[in-house]
Protein backbone atom coordinates (compact mmCIF):
# COMPACT_ATOMS: atom_id res chain seq x y z
CA UNK A 1 0.00 0.00 0.00
CA UNK A 2 1.02 3.57 -1.17
CA UNK A 3 0.86 6.89 1.16
CA UNK A 4 0.56 10.63 -0.49
CA UNK A 5 3.22 12.38 1.18
CA UNK A 6 2.50 16.20 1.06
CA UNK A 7 6.01 17.85 2.31
CA UNK A 8 4.89 21.87 3.51
CA UNK A 9 7.14 24.53 3.98
CA UNK A 10 6.12 27.29 5.76
CA UNK A 11 6.98 29.29 8.99
CA UNK A 12 6.20 28.20 12.20
CA UNK A 13 3.83 30.37 13.55
CA UNK A 14 1.66 29.13 10.72
CA UNK A 15 2.32 25.32 11.40
CA UNK A 16 -0.38 24.06 13.48
CA UNK A 17 -3.31 25.97 11.45
CA UNK A 18 -1.87 24.40 7.77
CA UNK A 19 -1.86 21.28 9.88
CA UNK A 20 -5.34 21.69 10.59
CA UNK A 21 -6.67 22.91 7.52
CA UNK A 22 -4.79 20.13 5.72
CA UNK A 23 -6.90 17.44 8.03
CA UNK A 24 -9.92 19.28 6.14
CA UNK A 25 -8.20 17.70 2.86
CA UNK A 26 -8.16 14.04 4.13
CA UNK A 27 -4.42 13.82 5.62
CA UNK A 28 -4.30 12.53 8.92
CA UNK A 29 -1.35 11.94 10.09
CA UNK A 30 1.76 14.88 10.55
CA UNK A 31 5.32 14.70 11.16
CA UNK A 32 7.28 17.38 11.98
CA UNK A 33 10.18 18.75 10.10
CA UNK A 34 12.68 21.64 9.54
CA UNK A 35 11.05 24.29 8.26
CA UNK A 36 7.33 22.60 8.15
CA UNK A 37 5.75 19.47 8.38
CA UNK A 38 4.79 16.44 6.76
CA UNK A 39 1.53 15.35 5.91
CA UNK A 40 0.19 11.62 4.94
CA UNK A 41 -2.58 10.27 3.49
CA UNK A 42 -3.75 6.89 1.71
CA UNK A 43 -3.29 7.20 -1.95
CA UNK A 44 -5.60 9.28 -3.29
CA UNK A 45 -7.79 9.51 -0.67
CA UNK A 46 -7.67 13.36 -0.26
CA UNK A 47 -9.65 16.31 -1.85
CA UNK A 48 -6.98 17.93 -4.28
CA UNK A 49 -9.36 20.96 -4.82
CA UNK A 50 -9.55 21.43 -0.84
CA UNK A 51 -5.52 21.51 -0.63
CA UNK A 52 -5.01 23.88 -3.79
CA UNK A 53 -7.30 26.07 -1.94
CA UNK A 54 -5.40 25.84 1.28
CA UNK A 55 -2.41 26.86 -0.76
CA UNK A 56 -3.83 29.77 -2.49
CA UNK A 57 -5.13 31.03 0.79
CA UNK A 58 -1.99 31.16 3.25
CA UNK A 59 0.21 31.93 -0.09
CA UNK A 60 -1.39 35.43 0.21
CA UNK A 61 -0.04 35.87 3.65
CA UNK A 62 3.01 34.06 4.43
CA UNK A 63 5.35 32.33 1.97
CA UNK A 64 4.75 28.37 1.37
CA UNK A 65 5.51 25.62 -0.42
CA UNK A 66 3.66 22.34 -1.08
CA UNK A 67 6.06 19.17 -2.52
CA UNK A 68 3.98 15.91 -3.14
CA UNK A 69 5.04 12.34 -4.02
CA UNK A 70 4.29 9.17 -3.21
CA UNK A 71 5.79 6.69 -0.50
CA UNK A 72 5.44 3.02 0.21
CA UNK A 73 3.49 2.59 3.80
CA UNK A 74 5.90 0.88 6.49
CA UNK A 75 6.45 1.34 9.91
CA UNK A 76 7.67 4.94 10.91
CA UNK A 77 9.55 3.73 14.51
CA UNK A 78 12.80 4.24 13.05
CA UNK A 79 12.51 8.07 12.55
CA UNK A 80 10.33 8.80 14.81
CA UNK A 81 12.78 7.36 17.58
CA UNK A 82 15.60 9.54 16.00
CA UNK A 83 13.39 12.74 17.54
CA UNK A 84 11.12 11.81 20.14
CA UNK A 85 10.98 12.85 23.93
CA UNK A 86 8.80 11.66 26.29
CA UNK A 87 5.73 13.84 27.72
CA UNK A 88 4.68 15.11 30.78
CA UNK A 89 1.07 16.18 31.47
CA UNK A 90 0.87 17.96 35.00
CA UNK A 91 3.69 15.97 36.60
CA UNK A 92 1.45 13.28 36.78
CA UNK A 93 1.59 11.65 33.22
CA UNK A 94 4.45 10.75 31.32
CA UNK A 95 3.81 9.55 27.75
CA UNK A 96 6.81 7.77 26.66
CA UNK A 97 8.76 5.00 24.14
CA UNK A 98 9.70 1.89 25.48
CA UNK A 99 13.21 2.73 25.00
CA UNK A 100 12.86 5.82 27.66
CA UNK A 101 13.20 5.45 31.28
CA UNK A 102 12.13 8.24 33.55
CA UNK A 103 13.85 10.05 35.62
CA UNK A 104 11.55 9.59 38.21
CA UNK A 105 8.15 7.50 38.83
CA UNK A 106 5.05 9.42 37.81
CA UNK A 107 1.41 8.10 38.83
CA UNK A 108 0.66 7.06 35.20
CA UNK A 109 3.01 6.03 33.21
CA UNK A 110 1.71 5.11 29.24
CA UNK A 111 4.14 3.56 26.65
CA UNK A 112 2.84 4.34 23.06
CA UNK A 113 5.01 2.60 19.92
CA UNK A 114 3.11 4.78 17.02
CA UNK A 115 3.81 3.67 13.39
CA UNK A 116 1.61 5.87 10.91
CA UNK A 117 -0.96 6.68 14.04
CA UNK A 118 -1.50 10.20 15.46
CA UNK A 119 -1.36 10.70 18.95
CA UNK A 120 1.65 10.03 20.29
CA UNK A 121 0.92 12.69 23.38
CA UNK A 122 3.27 15.73 21.25
CA UNK A 123 0.24 17.87 19.71
CA UNK A 124 -0.91 20.39 21.93
CA UNK A 125 -4.66 18.51 21.85
CA UNK A 126 -3.42 15.17 23.23
CA UNK A 127 -2.10 17.15 26.07
CA UNK A 128 -5.11 18.95 26.73
CA UNK A 129 -7.45 15.79 26.23
CA UNK A 130 -5.40 13.75 28.82
CA UNK A 131 -4.98 16.95 31.23
CA UNK A 132 -8.68 17.04 31.31
CA UNK A 133 -9.19 13.48 31.50
CA UNK A 134 -7.01 14.26 34.83
CA UNK A 135 -9.35 15.92 36.32
CA UNK A 136 -12.57 13.51 35.46
CA UNK A 137 -14.17 10.42 37.95
CA UNK A 138 -13.25 7.67 35.49
CA UNK A 139 -13.62 5.16 38.31
CA UNK A 140 -16.11 1.84 36.98
CA UNK A 141 -17.21 3.69 33.89
CA UNK A 142 -18.05 2.96 30.01
CA UNK A 143 -15.29 5.42 28.20
CA UNK A 144 -15.93 5.48 24.58
CA UNK A 145 -12.67 7.28 22.41
CA UNK A 146 -13.78 8.02 19.00
CA UNK A 147 -10.92 8.16 16.59
CA UNK A 148 -8.82 6.72 19.00
CA UNK A 149 -5.25 7.03 16.50
CA UNK A 150 -3.10 5.42 18.89
CA UNK A 151 -5.14 4.80 21.49
CA UNK A 152 -3.43 7.27 23.96
CA UNK A 153 -6.90 8.42 25.91
CA UNK A 154 -8.10 4.97 25.81
CA UNK A 155 -5.57 3.93 27.42
CA UNK A 156 -5.52 6.97 30.06
CA UNK A 157 -9.12 5.87 30.61
CA UNK A 158 -8.64 2.37 31.56
CA UNK A 159 -5.31 3.46 34.08
CA UNK A 160 -7.67 6.26 35.51
CA UNK A 161 -10.21 3.06 36.42
CA UNK A 162 -12.74 3.16 33.79
CA UNK A 163 -14.61 -0.41 33.64
CA UNK A 164 -15.01 -0.43 29.79
CA UNK A 165 -13.52 0.97 26.94
CA UNK A 166 -14.87 1.27 23.20
CA UNK A 167 -12.41 2.86 20.35
CA UNK A 168 -12.52 2.85 17.51
CA UNK A 169 -10.53 4.59 14.14
CA UNK A 170 -11.49 4.46 10.18
CA UNK A 171 -7.43 4.16 9.87
CA UNK A 172 -6.58 -0.16 9.90
CA UNK A 173 -2.60 1.32 10.78
CA UNK A 174 -4.34 2.95 13.87
CA UNK A 175 -6.38 -0.12 15.22
CA UNK A 176 -3.51 -2.27 14.76
CA UNK A 177 -1.57 0.19 16.47
CA UNK A 178 -3.78 1.24 19.33
CA UNK A 179 -4.70 -2.58 20.19
CA UNK A 180 -0.54 -3.30 20.28
CA UNK A 181 -0.50 -0.20 22.48
CA UNK A 182 -3.13 -1.14 24.87
CA UNK A 183 -1.55 -4.66 25.31
CA UNK A 184 1.85 -3.10 25.91
CA UNK A 185 -0.11 -1.11 28.87
CA UNK A 186 -2.13 -4.35 30.20
CA UNK A 187 -5.31 -2.32 29.61
CA UNK A 188 -6.93 -6.16 28.08
CA UNK A 189 -11.00 -3.95 28.77
CA UNK A 190 -9.57 -1.51 26.12
CA UNK A 191 -11.66 -3.07 22.34
CA UNK A 192 -10.27 -1.30 19.40
CA UNK A 193 -12.43 -1.63 16.12
CA UNK A 194 -11.70 -0.34 12.50
CA UNK A 195 -15.09 2.48 10.74
CA UNK A 196 -17.09 5.42 12.01
CA UNK A 197 -19.31 5.77 15.10
CA UNK A 198 -22.05 5.87 12.33
CA UNK A 199 -20.98 2.42 11.51
CA UNK A 200 -20.49 0.74 14.27
CA UNK A 201 -23.36 -0.20 17.19
CA UNK A 202 -22.53 -0.35 21.16
CA UNK A 203 -24.16 -2.82 23.67
CA UNK A 204 -23.81 0.17 26.39
CA UNK A 205 -24.50 3.70 26.11
CA UNK A 206 -21.21 5.54 27.89
CA UNK A 207 -20.82 7.75 30.86
CA UNK A 208 -17.78 9.30 29.35
CA UNK A 209 -17.19 10.40 25.24
CA UNK A 210 -13.52 11.18 24.14
CA UNK A 211 -13.39 13.14 20.61
CA UNK A 212 -10.17 14.39 19.77
CA UNK A 213 -10.71 14.50 15.77
CA UNK A 214 -11.23 18.28 13.97
CA UNK A 215 -13.97 20.82 13.98
CA UNK A 216 -15.80 20.01 11.32
CA UNK A 217 -16.07 16.16 12.28
CA UNK A 218 -17.38 16.79 15.50
CA UNK A 219 -19.48 19.08 14.73
CA UNK A 220 -21.38 16.08 11.90
CA UNK A 221 -21.39 13.88 14.94
CA UNK A 222 -22.28 15.65 17.43
CA UNK A 223 -26.05 14.29 17.62
CA UNK A 224 -24.37 10.75 17.54
CA UNK A 225 -22.04 11.66 20.37
CA UNK A 226 -25.24 12.82 22.38
CA UNK A 227 -27.14 9.69 21.55
CA UNK A 228 -24.71 7.49 22.63
CA UNK A 229 -24.26 9.58 26.19
CA UNK A 230 -25.79 8.59 29.78
CA UNK A 231 -27.83 11.80 31.21
CA UNK A 232 -25.03 13.63 33.37
CA UNK A 233 -22.40 12.14 30.85
CA UNK A 234 -19.60 13.90 30.23
CA UNK A 235 -17.96 14.42 26.32
CA UNK A 236 -14.91 15.41 26.26
CA UNK A 237 -13.82 17.59 22.92
CA UNK A 238 -10.51 18.61 21.18
CA UNK A 239 -8.87 19.30 17.80
CA UNK A 240 -10.11 22.61 17.04
CA UNK A 241 -9.48 26.36 18.44
CA UNK A 242 -10.81 28.90 20.83
CA UNK A 243 -12.22 30.71 18.07
CA UNK A 244 -14.40 27.42 17.47
CA UNK A 245 -15.85 27.04 20.97
CA UNK A 246 -18.86 28.86 19.63
CA UNK A 247 -19.44 26.96 16.96
CA UNK A 248 -19.29 23.41 18.62
CA UNK A 249 -21.58 24.95 21.85
CA UNK A 250 -24.35 26.07 18.89
CA UNK A 251 -24.34 22.33 18.03
CA UNK A 252 -24.23 20.82 21.12
CA UNK A 253 -27.00 22.95 22.56
CA UNK A 254 -30.37 21.06 21.31
CA UNK A 255 -29.05 17.67 22.51
CA UNK A 256 -28.61 19.28 25.94
CA UNK A 257 -24.81 19.61 26.07
CA UNK A 258 -24.04 22.03 28.44
CA UNK A 259 -20.03 23.35 28.96
CA UNK A 260 -18.17 22.42 32.16
CA UNK A 261 -14.99 23.42 31.64
CA UNK A 262 -12.05 24.26 28.83
CA UNK A 263 -8.89 24.60 28.39
CA UNK A 264 -6.16 26.11 26.26
CA UNK A 265 -2.77 25.54 24.80
CA UNK A 266 -1.15 27.52 22.15
CA UNK A 267 -4.42 28.48 20.88
CA UNK A 268 -5.62 24.74 21.11
CA UNK A 269 -8.55 24.11 22.86
CA UNK A 270 -10.55 21.29 24.51
CA UNK A 271 -14.22 21.62 26.22
CA UNK A 272 -15.83 19.30 28.56
CA UNK A 273 -19.29 19.04 28.24
CA UNK A 274 -21.87 17.71 30.24
CA UNK A 275 -25.53 15.93 29.58
CA UNK A 276 -28.20 17.79 31.24
Known amino acids: ?30 MEIDNGFE ?21 AVTPITFYQDKIEKKNWNEEWE ?8 NDFVIIRASFHQPAKNYPYDI ?9 TGHHQTTHLMV ?28 KLGAKKIEAFDIDEWSVINGQENAEIN ?3 NVTIRQGKISDLTFED ?16 EMHQYAAYLKPGGLLLLSGFYEKDIPDLLQSASPYNLQRVTSHER ?3 VSLLLKRG
Request: glycine letters at 4%; aromatic letters at 10%.
Open 1 to 30: MYYTRLQVLCDSEFSEILQAEISEAGFDTF
Open 39 to 59: AYAEQENFNKEVLQEILQKYS
Open 82 to 89: KNYEPVIV
Open 111 to 119: IITPKMSFG
Open 131 to 158: KTQLEIDHKNKIVMDAGCGTAVLAIMAA
Open 186 to 188: RCD
Open 205 to 220: DFDIILANINKNILLQ
Open 266 to 268: ESW
